[in-house]
């Protein structure tokens, strides 16, 4: 037991000394849950501001056509001047310094007394995106003010303007921004364990194939110690690092809902240190698989480079489950809870949102995680009995 | 004591040792001495049980390296060709590392790295990592570092190639303080002077056999040439007729 703790110990501060690399994932761990925050937080701050909030709309020649200006500022649109001439707002649209320009010919007027078909013209830029609420909105209103002159003039011939309606199209939108900002919070298990993996590559590289690299093997390996226990020592200290970044996450992600504007959108997220204590220690028996996963991969390649490739892969296989899950909207059962991942992001999603989490769930996904962790971990200490290792 | 009996060992199609057999005694200096790619390396590391061979048996004082490889490792001290130090560890904790990984107590770790520190002469680079070491220097550490558990054997490989002279020197002082104090040490190089210096028993490796196994004087009077270099030549060529 003491070669393990011995590995384990000189594993970790072996590789604490490697300030780069730790740095790196350190900044990465750290920096994503601030980053996806302020997203959301942009996100929810620009869903507030379609629904009611008054928009400017730049117009060219709105003192062609004073009925439709009004009935577009009695829809909550400002009118502004616009660009000097069609020209200038086609270039003002076109670097995005305006979303939208509406122009008004000169003979609108006349056309609109003679019952010919009024052009106006819309400008926008389709690619776009930013601008396409505030798109959206002026096209309605002048949709809006068409049908409304269309009536008009049904009227006044004694037609029924319900007759050219035939349908009576109502569009109700479900997408609320609790339930964009719900997804991505739903992705918070996929970064915790995004992190937890990163947090131990380094490690895992520089305990395989970077003592192979160096040719420290050779000499660790005719040593009177039995192999197993240098390789258990080896995923030992790949957890540990893997368990300091996955902390490092959670306090990220806990400083970042503090500053999400999450109760404007009526979400209270469940995120208090508690449950942060309680995130972690759910998520612990991945280290274990996390580890031994790394471990195993990275014993089979040959240079430092190569378990790089490798392990970038490893990175994502893990937190696949999740993502794909993430935009279904699954319920934990019994069954899911073998699967490790899986288990872990349903029950804390559960957790997040205040429901409470069956025992026998967690008790099943704690388990299930470690049992796979177990053969991962059988299957490394074979490889390490064998000669294979220095070819 | 190493005794190696007809041990064959292949990678693939290449049949890297035939049938290698030898005793390398205690308080003796063994000369593994053959060309590159003669099996030297290969041999050296069936002996220190990284490596399984595909036939015969070899022994480190009695214990198999294959049926008993623990007991094996806990009697030879191996410098294998590349030093393999932790860059960012100093000299002083690679030692210390090997020796805790040996099961020396807390107390008996601090006495034995200052023991080799001082007996390998390397005080003034101890406390430094040893990212920056020169090629002697990294040799002397992964030589205490194979010393840390009081092997009776030892096993080295290649130890002085990229030495300069006064590294060599200092090496080579080393090693016969080693003989001194009883050890059985068994040191693999292309290098025929030294090997000559050095060894009390030489056996000449090609092609994965050996070509001659006897003490300097014999091999002389066996290949009938007084220059070692055609001693040498001269041992190949009986391989070669084979």
Not at chain 1, 98 to 121: K, N, Y
Not at chain 2, 64 to 91: C, W
Not at chain 2, 151 to 175: C, F, H, K, W, Y
Not at chain 2, 218 to 226: L, M
Request: hydrophobic share 50%; aromatic share 6%.
């Amino acid at each position: 037991m003491g070669t393990f703790f011995h590995v384990f110990r000189k594993e970790v501060v072996d590789n604490f000394r490697d300030r780069r690399s730790l740095l790196t994932v350190a900044a990465m761990v750290a920096m994503f849950p601030l980053l996806m925050a302020s997203l959301i937080g942009f996100q929810i701050d620009r869903s507030f501001n379609t629904e009611t909030d008054l928009i400017s709309l730049p117009v060219i020649g709105a003192e062609h056509a004073p009925n439709l200006m009004r009935y577009l500022e009695s829809n909550q649109i400002d009118i502004v001047a616009g660009p000097v001439d069609a020209d200038a707002a086609v270039a003002a649209v076109e670097t995005g310094d305006l979303d939208v320009v509406l122009r008004i010919p000169g003979d609108f007027g006349e056309q609109l007394a003679d019952m010919i078909p009024a052009r106006v013209e819309l400008f926008l830029d389709q690619a776009n995106t930013a601008g396409d609420a505030d798109v959206g909105r002026v096209r309605d209103a002048l949709f809006g003010y068409n049908q409304t002159l269309a009536g008009i003039r049904l009227s006044a011939r004694g037609v029924n303007p319900t007759l050219v309606r035939p349908l009576n199209i109502d569009t109700i939108d479900v997408s609320t921004p609790s339930g964009r900002a719900a997804i991505l919070l739903g992705m918070m298990s996929y970064f915790l364990l995004f992190s937890l993996l990163m947090g131990g590559m380094y490690l895992a590289i520089d305990a395989t194939a970077g003592e192979r690299e160096r040719g420290s093997i050779e000499p660790l390996l005719s040593l009177p110690v039995a192999r197993a226990h240098l390789v258990l020592g080896k995923i030992a200290g790949c957890g540990a690092f893997m368990a300091f970044s996955l902390l490092l996450s959670l306090l990220s992600w806990f400083v970042a809902l503090n500053f999400m504007p999450l109760e404007q959108i009526g979400m209270t997220p469940n995120f208090n240190l508690a449950v942060v204590l309680a995130a972690f220690l759910l998520l612990c028996p991945m280290l274990l698989i996390g580890a031994s996963l790394m471990t195993l991969v990275a014993s089979f390649t040959r240079t430092y480079k190569e378990a790089q490739t490798w392990l970038s892969f490893v990175v994502l296989a893990p937190t696949m489950p999740i993502l794909i899950v993430s935009f279904l909207n699954l319920r934990p059962r019994l069954e899911f809870m073998f699967v490790p991942s899986l288990s872990q992001h349903l029950i804390l999603v559960d957790m997040i949102s205040n429901e409470p989490a069956s025992a026998l769930n967690i008790a099943v996904s704690a388990a299930g995680t470690l049992a796979v962790g177990a053969i991962l971990t059988w299957a490394c200490v074979r490889l390490y009995s064998r000669e294979a290792l220095l070819g | 004591m190493i005794r190696v009996e007809g041990i064959h060992k292949s990678f693939g199609e290449v049949h890297a040792v035939r049938g290698v057999s030898f005793d390398a005694r205690d308080g003796k200096i063994t000369g593994l001495l053959g060309p590159n790619g003669a099996g030297k390396s290969t041999t050296l590391r069936v002996l220190c049980t990284l490596l399984k061979p595909d036939r015969g048996t070899a022994t480190i004082d009695g214990a198999d390296v294959v049926a008993d490889s623990l007991a094996a490792r806990q009697k030879i001290g191996s410098l294998p060709h590349e030093s393999g130090l932790y860059p960012r560890l100093t000299a002083r904790e690679n030692i210390a590392y090997y020796a805790r990984l040996c099961g020396l107590d807390r107390d008996h770790v601090e006495d034995r790295v200052d023991e080799i520190v001082k007996t390998l002469e390397i005080g003034d680079f101890a406390d430094r990592r040893s990212k920056g070491f020169s090629h002697g220097q990294r040799t002397k550490v992964a030589l205490g570092r194979a010393l840390v558990h009081d092997p009776q054997n030892l096993l080295l490989d290649e130890p002085t190639t990229g030495l300069d002279v006064m590294a060599t020197r200092s090496l080579r002082e080393l090693i016969l303080k080693l003989k001194d104090e009883g050890r059985c040490v068994l040191f693999s190089s292309h290098v025929m002077q030294e090997v000559a210096a050095l060894c009390d028993d030489i056996c000449i490796m090609a092609a994965g056999r050996i070509a001659i196994h006897d003490s300097m004087d014999g091999i002389r009077q066996r290949t009938g040439c007084d220059d070692l270099e055609e001693a040498f030549l001269a041992a190949l060529a009986m391989v070669e007729v084979d």
